[in-house]
Structure formats: C-alpha cells, structure tokens
C-alpha cells in the first residue's frame, strides 16, 4: 500500500525566512497531493493541493512542486509569518476520487519574530 | 451550516468497553472517513465511506466497525476497547468525485484505561 514520509519533523525559522517541507510517496499510482495545517486542538484544513498532471501551484505565500518521476512533492512557505506556525501534513491519495488520503507523520514548523 | 460535527469532544473509557463516537455532516457530501491521530504518528485512516451503504477499510481497521445507513451520519464503533485505541478521532468529510477537500471534525479525545 502507500507509504507517505515527509521531513523534517520539526522546523524552526525566523520571521521573513522562507520554509521548506518534503515529502515522498511510494505508490506510482497516487493522483493527488494535499497539505493540511493544523493548529492546536483544531482538526487539520487544507491549505493547498496538487494533481498528478501538474509541476507546480502557488497560492500567495504558498507554493507546492511534484515531481513525479522521483514521487517527491513539496512545500514551500515564503516571507514566513508568526501565524504560519503550526503542525503541517502531507498526504497521498490512494483511491481514484482521491478521497482516502495516507498522511505523513507532521512537521511542526514554528515561527519566531 | 454546521459542517462536521463530532461527538464527544473527550471520553474516558475501561478495557473492554465499548461505545459509539458519532459524527455527521450537513454539507450533502457523499464522501467520509475517520482517523485517528497519535503522537509522532500522524493521521491514520481507520474506515472510509464512498457513500450511504458503502464503506471500506484504511490503514488501521482493527478493531473499529462503521456503517453508513445515511449520507449525513457515520458512526465510529469500538466493540471491546483497548489501551492501543487511546487516540484523538478526526471524522472527515468531502463532495467525493473528484471534489477532495477533506473538511475534519474538531476530534474525540479518548482514553482507555
């Protein structure tokens, strides 16, 4: 079945500094790539997505790139702000609608002015 | 609008016991899951449903059971708890066919002792 891992697992950054996340999945067959964030005693919210059929999607602040051929994707936080601190998730999906997601296991990423 | 709504927000229970955590969604979407989330772990995929009558397992069904009679309600069953099942349970739920954004629950803490 999928296997999603996603380094780092913690994260520190000054205020301004941009921050990245990596994740990489092990089913050729995963069409579909979330980040969710997840603030403290909250359920997760998606943030951005990507499909298969896409390298890159930029959303403001944030950006996610897939490459598919090495079945790596990641995060990219620019101009980090205190409130972007936060445990964020990956995950892969694992059914055609893309619907049942394997999440990695967090990175808590914190930020300080 | 609601959203997803899950119940209880804590419970504690003995070994052995069971008990039902409820969750149901007023957003008209087809699909749902549950997961549960521990430290250092991520989230984990217990059961999914594609819609009413339809469900199938994710990455740690052991020991839980769903059913889906309608689209607004799926119900997590423990039959006989376990300490292993000390968990934060997040419900989720999205449009399905190719509308993933997964909206979650705010959690069920539980505890079994």
């Known amino acids: 079945g999928e296997n999603v891992e996603q380094h780092p697992s913690t994260l520190s950054v000054q205020e301004g500094d941009s921050a990245v996340i990596k994740c990489t999945y092990s089913d050729s067959a995963s069409n579909y790539f979330p980040w969710y964030k997840q603030e403290l005693g909250k359920g997760p919210q998606l943030i951005i997505d990507?499909?298969?059929?896409?390298g890159e999607k930029k959303d403001q602040r944030i950006a996610v790139t897939l490459n598919k051929t090495a079945k790596h994707f990641s995060l990219h936080i620019t101009e980090t702000q205190p409130e972007d601190s936060a445990v964020y998730f990956c995950?892969?999906?694992?059914?055609?609608?893309?619907?049942?997601?394997?999440f990695g296991k967090g990175t808590t990423l914190s930020v300080s002015s | 609008n609601a959203g997803v709504t899950q119940t209880p927000k804590f419970q504690v229970l003995k070994t052995g016991q069971s008990m039902t955590l409820q969750c149901a969604q007023d957003m008209n979407h087809e699909y749902m899951s549950w997961y549960r989330q521990d430290p250092g772990m991520g989230l984990r995929l217990i059961h999914y449903s594609v819609g009413a009558g339809i469900t199938d397992q994710g990455e740690v069904p052991n020991g839980y059971n769903v059913s889906r009679s309608t689209t607004e309600d799926f119900p997590l069953r423990l039959l006989s708890a376990a300490p292993s099942q000390t968990s934060v349970y997040f419900c989720?739920?999205?449009?399905?066919?190719?509308?993933?954004?997964?909206?979650f629950g705010s959690g069920t803490q539980l505890s079994v002792l």
């Open positions: 989720a739920s999205s449009y399905g066919s190719g509308g993933e954004k997964l909206f």
């Open positions: 995950a892969a999906s694992v059914n055609q609608a893309g619907t049942a997601l394997i």
């Open positions: 990507i499909r298969s059929n896409v």
